[in-house]
């Protein structure tokens, strides 16, 4: 069992107690919470537990946090100290650290994962631009956060499978025909008014620019809705591949790629619509299908078929996530921008009148992103003079660089994105500086190799020797990983690993500039190498979540 597991059971057993003994009653125990103390003098777990237990028990919290001490017993406990109005400090023999790195360094790569996901299945839905042009920096904050807490989820024990829904239906792809069309007949010398809703960028026009390079002016001699119809499908597939390899280059992958015709094409839509009105669910009004939504907790009830008989983008959403959840997920995670999310409640109006659970979608809100160079604000891009690019940003400041800066901070905060120091080789850089850590640990074992020295893993070394503070930090510090990864999971919260990992290489920095690590005692330098064997694999299984390299040579 988990050292932190060990002392909540410890507490649990002092409130079984204290109750047999008629110290307090207490019908139902609140949850036990440990934290680590921010400064080492208050211990190594503390817990308000007394506090919280107060009201229900009708004592006061100092009077129950002294009950709980008395009957503590546990081995691995040196003291434990009552604080404050009631907190409870708990300080630990030191044996329980030796044990514990053991046990990190018996997992190898492995150590981090946990069971709390309890092989649920998750999917994640992500991205999911449209495909009408290049994906510029705001869906790279997606991209990066989508595919961080998918791999966070799969370490956490859950089944998850990512998705990416194209919206290859509808105005906007009618749009990118007629705007392909315009240059098209552009460059071939013909006068058009450019379409009012058509698409400006640069790469509509190397699209045409291609189009004539395959078939030079044969296209005109084509009736307009054959041309359309053509540029359509060639304009989206070759949008599509551009995408896609953005997105590979990004270290960001799919295990499906949905299509929104399929929804029109196989009669989804229809379907979802029978579905919904045979329960009651949709009624007919001025000539259009509408949903009963606000039965589900909208606002107003949402038009779903207009009386044109035009499906509206909810008709497609909204037989979309019946297909989802049709798929047996226990639950679906979509991410979306800012702008949408005024969307998020007919949404779950949606699947509540599906018979689903609304709270079976989670829906996260990624905010906007900010460049800055040399301080200041970055608008465009300096080739296309249009929205920067997510290839731009990863040809500028490298892909690990790209994916760490947004996954650092909290996707409901503003992300202010530093092109100068993502770009730096120094410690303020913190992908760097996490990265130098993982090098720097490689460069100790290649040094060892060369100057003979047998390192032939932990089972061997004594780990009791490490004493000093630097190694007992580390060895703290890479014990809560299994619970930052399972409470990250839990919160649908990557950044905690972002913030973690570069705690875990900045104590790794401190103790590598205060403990010499390769020609001391023999026996201590066996248990330092095995030290840093523990923290290099902590680092990489972190940096894997993440998306980022661990790079041997810096």
Known sequence: MDIK???????RQAVDQAVNDGVFTLSQLPEIILEVPPQKEFGDYATNFAMQAAKAARTNPRAIANALVERLQATWLDKA??????????????DWLYEKLGAILAQGDQYGNTKV?????????FVSANPTGPLHVGHGRGAAVGSALANLLKAAGYQVEREYYINDAGNQIDNLAASVNARYLELVGQSIEFPADGYHGQDIIDTAQRLIAKGGRTYLDMPENERLALFKELALKEKMAALKEDLVAFNVEFDVWFSERTLHQSGAIAETCEQLKANGNMFEKDGALWLRSTACGDDKDRVVIRDNGIPTYLAADIAYHRDKLRRGF???????????HGYICRVKAAIAAMGYPADSLEVLILQMVSLYRDGELVKMS???????????????VGRDAARFFFIMRSIDSQLDFDLDLAKSHSNENPVYYIQ?????ICSIFRQTREAGINYRGYAEANLSLLVEQGEVDLIKKMGEYPDEVSSAACERAPHRIARYVHE???LFHTFYNQCRIIGVDSELQLA??????????TLFHALSILGVEAPEKM
């Open 5 to 11: 597991e060990l002392v909540k059971e410890a507490i």
């Open 81 to 94: 100290v009552i604080a404050g109005p009631g907190f409870i400090n708990f300080y630990l023999k030191p």
């Open 117 to 125: 996901g309890q092989g649920k299945r998750i999917q994640i839905e």
């Open 330 to 340: 226990d639950t679906l995670i979509n991410i979306w921008g800012a702008d949408h």
């Open 382 to 396: 300096k080739r296309t003079g249009q929205s920067v690019t997510l290839s731009e940003l990863i040809e500028e």
């Open 436 to 440: 130098y850590a993982h090098a720097r």
């Open 504 to 506: 875990l290489a900045g």
């Open 528 to 537: 330092r190498l095995a030290l840093a064997e523990a923290v290099q694999n």
